[in-house]
């Protein structure tokens, strides 16, 4: 058997080849992150705090705003630290720390939106039966199940990495560790580890997928079934939110992970990641609160009773 040194660190390639601007870019995104952590951090007190978002479907925003904080938290503050420095590296057990963290808030909210749409589905076409099949005991299970899945299949796909070996090149083609560009350095087999990228893709993004398209294609049905304009306009209110959130959301992944292979583009691949590590975390807020009023009073109590 040969012997191989282990690598300690992995060398980041970085996200702009712009020496000169690093401090305007840190300093954008500090502001970006900031607002990523406020808005998101604002949806969840405000949902514990004020009785009227005491509903299930502010119960599962509050998830996904949790969600969206870890997600631009386990990329963003290593990512900005890089940008000051002119040698743009991550230890060995920081890049895993990584990849736990980043896999567990994408499985975890590809679910998690599954069922957010599945609370739209009982409300629009079954709303005599909301009370009965979403109740707070049904809502609190869900959601253990759902980041209970996201943990396995992180650990999972985790422990699997840590099984490989890493004992040549070390410079991973990303701004940070994401698991195909650095399966892409290990000097051993990654059959297992590509067959559970496989079955994940399939359980996890395409299982999801269908069911919130089938969810969405019913509420939409019943939606058109409803007579009178206003009905119709009420009606699609209460879900067109968490349908731009999914769309979003969906059109990063899928413009990511399923594409030919010859339209792959490192800048253009970049670019994507900051669209689902910062922009939607942005976003998420902001399209959840713009239109609610319900968010809107319970923001304006937390900020008088802030001021005092």
Request: aromatic share 12%; hydrophobic share 50%; proline share 4%.
């Amino acid at each position: 058997m040969l012997n191989h040194t282990r690598v300690t660190e992995f060398i980041m390639q970085g996200l702009f080849d712009h020496p000169h601007h690093q401090g305007l870019f840190f300093g954008l995104f500090l502001c970006l992150y900031t607002a990523v952590i406020m808005g998101n951090s604002l949806i969840i007190v405000a949902t514990l705090l004020h009785p009227p978002l005491h509903t299930p479907m502010y119960f599962f925003i509050a998830n996904l705003a949790t969600l969206d904080i870890m997600c631009s938290s386990s990329v963003l503050p290593k990512m900005m630290k890089n940008l000051m420095q002119k040698k743009k590296t991550i230890s060995f057990d920081g890049c895993m720390a990584q990849v736990f963290a980043f896999t567990l808030s994408g499985g975890t909210e590809l679910m998690l939106l599954t069922i957010m749409s599945y609370d739209r589905y009982v409300a629009i076409c079954h709303p005599l039966l909301y009370v009965n099949l979403m109740t707070k005991r049904i809502c609190i299970s869900l959601a253990i199940g759902v980041w209970a899945v996201g943990v396995v299949n992180s650990v999972v796909n985790t422990l699997l990495m840590l099984l490989l070996d890493f004992c040549g090149p070390n410079l991973i083609q990303h701004f940070f560790c994401e698991i195909p560009p650095v399966l892409a350095l290990s000097c051993s087999s990654i059959y297992l580890n590509q067959v559970m990228m496989f079955l994940a893709d399939i359980f996890l993004a395409m299982g999801n997928f269908l069911l919130t398209t089938v969810s969405y294609s019913f509420i939409i049905i019943t939606i058109l079934k409803i007579r009178s304009s206003k009905g119709k306009q009420r009606a699609f209110s209460t879900c067109s939110s968490h349908l731009l959130v999914v769309t979003l959301f969906y059109s990063s992944i899928i413009y990511t992970y399923i594409r030919p292979a010859s339209s792959y583009s490192l800048d253009k691949d970049k670019l994507v990641a900051i669209m689902y590590t910062l922009m939607t975390p942005i976003l998420n807020p902001l399209i959840y609160s713009l239109r609610n009023r319900d968010i809107k009073i319970a923001f304006r109590k937390i900020f008088s009773f802030a001021m005092k």
